[in-house]
Nanobody, 114 residues
Framework: VQLQASGGGMVQPGGSLRLSCAAS????????MGWYRQAPGKQRELVAA???????NYADSVKGRFTISRHNAENTIYLQMNSLKPEDAAVYYC?????????WGQGTEVTVSS
């Protein structure tokens, strides 16, 4: 399995970005997909996740601002990020979990600055 994340960049506070993660392989539709982030000096944390059945889970800090979605036909997940804050700045990683396996993408950097 390979995960290719994209969509990061620099945005002003209050702005929006949409991250994408494309997965190879045949297990995507049966997997739990998630976005994590890691800011400098901090631990990696879960931002949002979506199960194979479409149930979603969000970190409290992003609820109401971020939306995760999955498109099984495209083997892709998205993270729509609105009302971005400086504290959202981090490297965002795509994650795929299937049974006991755990895969990570290469990360895409989000900078929120005026």
């Amino acid at each position: 399995v390979q995960l290719q994340a994209s969509g990061g960049g620099m945005v002003q506070p209050g702005g929006s970005l949409r991250l994408s993660c494309a997965a190879s392989g045949s297990i995507f539709s049966a997997s739990i997909m998630g976005w994590y982030r890691q800011a400098p000096g901090k631990q990696r944390e879960l931002v949002a996740a979506v199960t194979s059945g479409g149930y979603t889970n969000y970190a409290d800090s992003v609820k109401g601002r971020f939306t995760i979605s999955r498109h099984n036909a495209e083997n892709t997940i998205y993270l729509q990020m609105n009302s971005l804050k400086p504290e959202d700045a981090a490297v965002y990683y795509c994650n795929l979990r299937y049974r006991n396996a755990n895969y990570w993408g290469q990360g895409t950097e989000v900078t929120v600055s005026s």
